[in-house]
C-alpha cells in the first residue's frame, strides 16, 4: 500500500520494482509484493528479476518482446514497446500464440502488422512472429532463444476471484521471466 501511495503521491510515470522469484509454497503463503503493486498500480511497472544480469551502467535494450493478444491492454502495451524500441534503437518483436489453425495464423500475422503505425515502419527494426502452444512456454522459449533484453505486457487487472482460480498470464509469466518484465496497467492514465 505504500508503494502504491507514494506513486499516487509523487505522480510517478514508472514504478521499478525488483522480484524474489518465489515458488510455490513461499510465494502462497508470503505472497508477492510485486504482483500486489502491479495489480493495482495506476502507472506501468518495470519487474526486475534476480535473474536479470545487469550492471549499474545504463541500460540499452536490443530485442524488445511484446506478447500481443489483442486485446486492449495488450494493445496499449505495444503502443509502450514501440515507444522503447524507437527510443532504444531496438528491434521489437511482436507475437501471437494461438491454436494453429492456417487461418488464424494468418490473420493473427496481418493483426500484428497493423498494430504499427506507418509513419513508423521506416524507422523501426521489427518482426512478427505467431506460433502455437502454451504461452508461457512459446513466450519463454522466444525470449531465450531471440535474446530478448525486456518484455513488454499488459495486464487485464482481473479480479480478485478470477486470479485465484484462474491465474494470470502476466503474473504467471513474471515469476519464470529471466529478464525484466515491463507490465502496463489497463487502469492507468490514456497514453
Not at 524507422?123 to 502454451?134: A, H, K, N
Not at 479480479?159 to 504467471?172: A, H, K, N, P
Amino acid at each position: 500500500a505504500e508503494i502504491l501511495n507514494a506513486a499516487l503521491e509523487t505522480k510517478a510515470d514508472l514504478l521499478i520494482i525488483g522480484t524474489h522469484g518465489r515458488s510455490g509454497f513461499q510465494r502462497l503463503v508470503l505472497g508477492s509484493v510485486t504482483e500486489k503493486v502491479l495489480r493495482r498500480a495506476l502507472c506501468p511497472v518495470l519487474a526486475v528479476p534476480p535473474r536479470a544480469s545487469g550492471s549499474p551502467a545504463p541500460v540499452a535494450y536490443k530485442r524488445i518482446l511484446c506478447p500481443v493478444d489483442f486485446s486492449e491492454p495488450s494493445k496499449r502495451a505495444v503502443n509502450y514497446a514501440l515507444s522503447l524500441a524507437l527510443e532504444f534503437d531496438a528491434q521489437l518483436l511482436l507475437a501471437n500464440i494461438a491454436p494453429f489453425d492456417r487461418d488464424i495464423y494468418d490473420k493473427a500475422k496481418v493483426q500484428l502488422f497493423e498494430l504499427i503505425p506507418n509513419d513508423v515502419w521506416e524507422r523501426l527494426d521489427f518482426e512478427t512472429i505467431v506460433q502455437c502452444g502454451d504461452i508461457r512456454d512459446e513466450i519463454l522459449g522466444i525470449v531465450n532463444d531471440r535474446q530478448v533484453d525486456l518484455v513488454v505486457m499488459g495486464s487485464h487487472g482481473r479480479r480478485y476471484f478470477e486470479r485465484m482460480v484462474l491465474g494470470s498470464v502476466t503474473e504467471r509469466m513474471l515469476r519464470k521471466m529471466p529478464v525484466p518484465v515491463l507490465t502496463v496497467s489497463p487502469l492507468g492514465p490514456a497514453d
